[in-house]
C-alpha cells in the first residue's frame, strides 16, 4: 500500500529557532500533499494544501510566513515552523493523495520549550 | 460551510458491535472516511465510502450513508480490545476554485469493557 512518511518523528527546540519537517510519499507520487496540525485530544486541523511546483494554500488564520511549506518534488514537501513560540507545540501530521485516498503520515511531535 | 459532526465518546463491551455516527454539512462532499488513530500516533485509513453508494462492507467494517440526513456511521462487528482508539469521520470537498481538502470531525474515542 502507499506509505507516507514523516521526519523527524519528534522534536524539541528552543523559543526562537526553527524547525523543519519533511513529509516523503514512499512509493507514489503525489501532486498534492496536506498539513495539519493536531492539538492533544482534539482533531486534525488542516493548515495548509501544498502542490507541487506551486505555492502552498493556507487556511483561514493559519501564517503563511511562520508555517513556510515547500513542495519541492512529486514525492517530498516540507513544513518550516520559523521562530517557534510554545504556543506551536503540537503534533503534525501530512497527508499525500493517491487517486481518491488520502494517506497520512506517522506525525511528527513538536516540543518547543 | 464545512463541517463534520461526531459524538466525543463511546463504550461498548467486547463482543458487541459498535456504531459510530457522524453527521457533515457539505452536501457536495465526493468521498467520506474513517480513519483510526491510535494513541500518539499517525491516523490509519480504515475506509471511505464514494457519494453515492448507500453502503460498503468490508470484513468486520460496515459503513452505511444515508445522503439526504448527510449522516454516515461505521459499524464494528464483535468489538475488540485492539479496536480502542479514536475514531474520526471526515468528508473530502470537491475541487473547485481550490484543491479539493479532507475536513475532519471532532473524532469519538472508542473504548472497550470486558
Known amino acids: 500500500g502507499a506509505v507516507v512518511s514523516q521526519h523527524p518523528s519528534w522534536v524539541i527546540c528552543k523559543s526562537g529557532t526553527s524547525v523543519k519537517i519533511e513529509c516523503r510519499s514512499l512509493d507514489f507520487q503525489a501532486t498534492t500533499m496536506f498539513w495539519y496540525r493536531q492539538f492533544p485530544k482534539q482533531s486534525l486541523m488542516l493548515m495548509a494544501t501544498s502542490n507541487e511546483g506551486s505555492k502552498a494554500t493556507y487556511e483561514q488564520g493559519v501564517e503563511k510566513d511562520k508555517f513556510l511549506i515547500n513542495h519541492a518534488s512529486l514525492t517530498l514537501s516540507t513544513l518550516t515552523v520559523t521562530s517557534a513560540h510554545p504556543e506551536d507545540s503540537s503534533f503534525y501530521i501530512c497527508?499525500?493523495?493517491?487517486?481518491?485516498?488520502?494517506?497520512f503520515g506517522p506525525g511528527t511531535r513538536l516540543t518547543v520549550t | 460551510g464545512e463541517d463534520v459532526e461526531q459524538s466525543l465518546f463511546l463504550s461498548v463491551r467486547e463482543g458487541d458491535s459498535s456504531v459510530i455516527n457522524c453527521t457533515y454539512t457539505?452536501?457536495?462532499?465526493?468521498?467520506l472516511y474513517w480513519y483510526k488513530q491510535e494513541p500518539g500516533a499517525g491516523l490509519q485509513l480504515l475506509t471511505y465510502?464514494?457519494?453515492?453508494?448507500d453502503m460498503k462492507q468490508d470484513q468486520r467494517l460496515t459503513v452505511l450513508l444515508n445522503k439526504k440526513d448527510k449522516h454516515l456511521s461505521l459499524r464494528i462487528a464483535d468489538t475488540q480490545t485492539g479496536d480502542s482508539a479514536i475514531y474520526f469521520c471526515a468528508e473530502r470537498t470537491p475541487s473547485g476554485s481550490s484543491a479539493s481538502k479532507i475536513i475532519f470531525g471532532s473524532g469519538t474515542r472508542l473504548s472497550i469493557r470486558p
Open positions: 497527508s499525500a493523495t493517491l487517486e481518491y485516498e488520502q494517506y
Open positions: 457539505d452536501s457536495s462532499s465526493t468521498y
Open positions: 465510502i464514494f457519494s453515492n453508494m
